[in-house]
């Protein structure tokens, strides 16, 4: 199977409004593919789709060759949603191992996962007395450990600094390297290039599902920003 995730037809409604409409796209396995595109544009709704939480209108989501949502793919994929997930009124390490433990995973795995994200000096914090950014961390370091086969990383980086947002996309490409697969979602398009694969959406329609250089060459342009508003306008049949 070369493909982690198969997408015919996407349609799914929210608060009587379209939100995706009819998208079609595959993600490669053991990539690291960057859903990217401005607030409201439809990532967040489309990620939940992919783990099998959203109502669809329409059309089929498969996941590692099952159905979204399928109660196998319980352990396969691991999703990081904007809010934290971790235990306020643990530690990071007490997260980590309590995570670990539910997976099968060493106590000394667990840590290096903490220091894999950034938190080695934070480790024996409270996570309720973390900032924003080291909170989504410590929810990434957990979502981690269980070694799945696809995760689904909604904005992991928000709130993070150059340096770190560097480190955490380097351990993203190390993990794809390693042969899990990645869907990254960002609204901040100077991570584009960091990317395997780019789907660029806006207002739930997929305006590009290309690799960096291939929508480099398409818009005539270098900058990914600019490539991105070349696209858009083409969408909407106005000048470039």
Not at 105 to 121: E, F, I
Not at 145 to 166: K, N, S, Y
Not at 181 to 200: F, I, K, P, Q
């Amino acid at each position: 199977m070369q493909t982690a995730i198969e997408i015919r037809g996407l349609v799914v409604d929210r608060g009587g409004r379209r939100v995706l409409r009819g998208l079609d796209f595959d993600v490669p396995r053991g990539t690291v593919t960057g859903l990217l595109g401005p607030s409201g544009s439809g990532k967040t709704t489309l990620m939940r789709c992919v783990v099998g939480v959203q109502k669809m209108v329409s059309g089929t989501v498969t996941v590692l060759g099952e159905p979204a949502g399928t109660a196998s793919l319980r352990r396969r994929v691991g999703y990081l949603t904007q809010s934290p997930s971790v235990y306020p009124d643990l530690t990071v390490r007490e997260n980590a191992r309590y995570f670990a433990s539910l997976y099968g995973v060493s106590p000394a795995d667990a840590d290096q996962t903490v220091v894999d994200v950034g938190l080695a000096d934070a480790a024996g914090q409270l996570v309720g007395n973390l900032s924003g950014g080291q909170h989504a961390r410590a929810s990434l370091a957990c979502t981690m450990l269980g070694r799945p086969e696809l995760l689904i990383l909604d904005e992991p980086t928000v709130g993070q600094d150059p340096v770190l947002r560097a480190d955490l996309w380097g351990r993203f490409h190390q993990l794809a390297d390693a042969g899990t697969t990645l869907l990254v979602s960002s609204h901040v398009m100077d991570e584009a290039g960091r990317c395997d694969r780019l789907l660029l959406m806006r207002d739930g329609d997929l305006v590009a599902d290309d690799t960096p250089a291939g929508i480099r060459a398409t818009t005539g342009t270098d900058d990914l920003e600019e490539a991105f508003l070349r696209l858009v306008l083409a969408l909407e049949g106005q000048a470039v």
